[in-house]
């Protein structure tokens, strides 16, 4: 049995993580000398470890709390990417989201339901990554450049990331877009937590490995 609570690691451990994404691709080299490569993955996975974030007992505490509600592997999580947690793919991007960060989708006069998706790049190398956890009340959308009202003009669930236009689908051709903060859906890696008073006072850090999922795909 899987599971996912909307709880949130602990922030102040999880802005002095180290890690990010990774990707999944076979590498053949040819009697040529050349390269074959092919993707594995159709997308991005995130790993972590938040070990580096424990400065304090406090902090390892607020960790080994976390971990026995979890039940280890078992449950997921939100977690909040310290290097990525904003709709802006621009470098250095911060601040508060603005509703023409990237694109959300073009209107159809019949789809009234938009999911959530943070673009890195453009044109044909664009990747474009679903994201199922914004953060609440975070989120603001603009059509055609204007941007909407929360709770009037549409609704977006923190907990899937989808956008719901109230009062009727966009016209066909309405240009859609979002900006919102977001936590990304993890559980730990591990189903035992090692831990010791040396980690805070003799500067032993414990590894506390975290691995992004996919909640709205798992039973």
Partial sequence: MTGFVEDRFPLGVAFGASGGPQWRTDVVTLASGAEARNARWAGSRRRYDAGSGIRSLSDLQAVALFFERMRGRLTGFRFRDPFDHLSSAAPGAGGD????????GI?????????????YGSGAQAYVRRIAKPVAGSVRIARDGVELADGSDFTCDSATGLVTFLGGAPAPGAVLTAGFRF????????DRLDMSLTHVRAGRVPTIPLVEIDPLTEA
């Fill in 97 to 104: 989201p603005n509703a023409l960060d990237g694109p959300l």
């Fill in 107 to 119: 209107g159809d006069g019949a789809t009234d339901v938009f999911a959530l998706v943070k673009t």
């Fill in 183 to 190: 936590d990304v859906p993890v559980r730990f890696d591990i």
